[in-house]
């Protein structure tokens, strides 16, 4: 499936840690139904990335002060194995890039809600955790109906341009012609000389077959 996932918002407030780390993360992202959504994260650290470095993500409905662990990370990336995000969860970031990011396979409108990147790199320690908040809503037809019509203009335009530009060509051509005629336009001697061995091309492919005959005729004579 295709990525999407667009930030509705890119006011991710740097948050700065105690210590020297920090987060960045989109404020609001938007999806589609059944479209692959990129919730990005990234993170700035003074120290050295080490397998002390951890990278949990968690989830919180709608209306609801309950959360859930959907994402760890220690070496390793471990996704989730219970619940709704079970088995739909990919890890998509590279901590040696300070990229913390995941993605929500085959997401659904149940998915809305807050989602929530807590990374750890030992001795920094976090102090504010950034939040995205995720809408994902079906395709309309509206959203359809604006993709098929662009798609209509990017092959009838070209189209019509080309037969215009024969329909030109065909006019300024016929005209030529007219002009020529009324004028008692003549031919060349290199145009006469183009008739001539067309002539003499018509000829000599006549003749070919003529010989072909003749030879056909006195083969069947001969048995």
Known sequence: ??????????????????????????????????????????????????????????????????TESIFHYQSFQYPTTAGTFRDRISWVGDVYKGDASISINNPTMKDNGTFSCAVKNPPDVHHNIPATELTVTERG???????????SILVFIPSTVVVILLLV?????????????KSGYKKSSIEVSDDTDQEGDDCMAKLCVRCAECVDSDYEETY
């Not at 948050?15 to 938007?30: I, K, N, S, T, W």
């Not at 999806?31 to 397998?51: A, H, P, Q, W």
């Not at 037809?141 to 798609?151: E, K, N, Q, R, W």
């Not at 060509?169 to 005629?181: N, P």
């Open 1 to 66: 499936m295709q990525q999407s996932g667009v930030p509705g918002s890119r006011g991710c407030a740097l948050c700065p840690l105690l210590g020297v780390l920090f987060f960045q993360a989109d404020a609001h992202v938007r999806g589609y139904v059944g479209e692959n959504i990129k919730l990005r994260c990234t993170f700035k650290s003074s120290s050295s990335i080490t397998d002390k470095l951890t990278i949990d993500w968690t989830y919180r409905p709608p209306s609801s002060s309950r």
């Open 141 to 151: 037809f509206g959203t359809m109906l604006s993709s098929v019509a662009l798609l």
């Open 169 to 181: 060509r065909m006019g300024r051509k016929s005209a030529g012609l007219k002009k020529r005629s």
